[in-house]
């Protein structure tokens, strides 16, 4: 299995145990989800992909960003927007950001870990273009721990 895989999938378990909690069921895939159930979390490389600023001599390009992004569906608006404030609220049981840097090495697969201040809401289509989510998107940059 690659790094790459390794790290989206414990980055997936970690925010998994967090909304586990949670008084309905979140949707967490370690990969892009083109057809979510809402609400619904996937993990997927970021544009770029990689942070020259963090390569250390001999790596080929540093860590890896990744997209964590959030979606709710908006036919109950109000209350789904609800669910997005929990996932960006760093108080919260539900905090995605605090959940992720709990634990900076993700059980030993990251040497470190970083994020960007999460988007505000951010509409997002469908893959038909015809309708939309609500959501939120964070930016990860995790740097893979070599041995």
Not at 65 to 82: G, I, K, L, T, Y
Request: proline share 7%; aromatic share 6%.
């Amino acid at each position: 299995m690659s790094a790459l895989t390794t790290i989206m999938d414990e980055m997936a378990d970690t925010i998994r145990a967090v909304v586990a909690s949670a008084d309905w069921d979140i949707q967490v895939e370690p990969r892009m989800v083109l057809n979510p159930t809402t609400p619904s979390i996937d993990i997927y490389p970021g544009d770029p992909s990689r942070d020259p600023e963090t390569a250390a001599f001999g790596d080929i390009d540093g860590g890896h960003w990744f997209n964590v992004r959030a979606r709710v569906s908006p036919n109950d608006h109000e209350a789904n927007q609800e669910v997005l404030l929990a996932f960006l609220d760093d108080e919260d049981d539900l905090s995605i950001g605090a959940a992720l840097m709990d634990d900076p090495t993700l059980n030993g697969h990251a040497s470190g870990m970083g994020m960007e201040s999460p988007s505000g809401f951010v509409l997002f289509p469908t893959v038909t273009g015809t309708e939309v989510h609500i959501g939120v998107l964070w930016r990860v940059l995790v740097i893979p721990a070599r041995s």
